[in-house]
């Protein structure tokens, strides 16, 4: 059980393009889904949190506005780098928390190249 | 604030073996849970052990077991009986009760050696 799916796990885009990020719970419905960015040998940093149906909270030094969260349903959180640009570069990875558990459920990750 | 602290950054275990991972932690706070994540080369987060501060009990899954130490803010992992497929970045992680964050350590890199 606790299954998180994430989509796409490997997506190169042009310079100035959008990419959308999907991260599903399989098996649990998630009140509360985690969006982290990785870079390589480092910890997992903290970008926002979501919520079903309210607006994503960010963390300090997240721009909001590249980094669009819409947690439409208890099962789906959605990801999107607006106008991606190479610095964007880097592992994206979402988890999921059934509700009250506490534990976050870690999907596949995503990783992003933007030439 | 929360923090969280893995002192060694990398370690290597023989198979068969026994190794322990160090991880301390920093809360005011009285409830709390702390957590082992590992980390293979495919990147995938994958849960290892939780345990909750106010039981007494360490926690046990299999080979993994925590030495948790609540006055010291200590929370080691011990992994016996070490196997190949054990190799991974091990993360521990602290939660607090009401909050929905985790606090990851910088993790530690497990090697296995043959």
């Known amino acids: 059980g606790a299954v998180v799916s994430q989509h796409p796990s490997w997506v190169i885009c042009k310079s100035g393009t959008s990419v959308k990020i999907e991260c599903r719970s399989l098996?649990?419905?998630?009140?509360?889904m985690f969006w982290y960015r990785q870079f390589p040998k480092q910890s997992l940093m903290l970008m926002a949190t979501?919520?079903?149906?309210?607006?994503?909270?960010?963390e300090q030094g997240v721009e909001k506005d590249k980094f669009l969260i819409n947690h439409a349903s208890l099962t789906l959180s959605t990801l999107t780098v607006t106008s991606a640009h190479p610095e964007d570069s880097s592992f994206y990875i979402c988890?999921?928390?059934?509700?009250?558990?506490?534990?976050?459920?870690f999907g596949p990750g995503t990783r992003l190249t933007v030439l | 604030a929360q923090t969280v602290t893995q002192s060694q950054p990398e370690m290597s275990v023989q198979e068969a073996e026994t190794v322990t991972l160090s991880c301390t932690y920093d809360t005011s706070e009285s409830d709390y849970y702390l957590f082992w994540y590992k980390q293979p080369p495919s990147r995938q987060m994958i849960l290892v052990i939780r345990q909750e501060a106010y039981k007494q009990q360490n926690a046990t899954e299999n080979r993994f077991s925590v030495n948790f130490q609540k006055a010291a803010k200590s929370f080691s992992l011990k992994i016996s009986d070490s196997q190949l497929g054990d190799a991974a970045m091990y993360f521990c992680a602290s939660l607090q009760g009401g909050s929905e964050k985790l606090v990851f350590g910088k993790g530690t890199k497990l090697t296995v050696n043959p």
């Open positions: 979501s919520n079903e149906g309210s607006k994503a909270t960010y």
């Open positions: 098996d649990f419905q998630a009140t509360t």
């Open positions: 988890s999921a928390s059934p509700y009250r558990e506490g534990t976050q459920y």
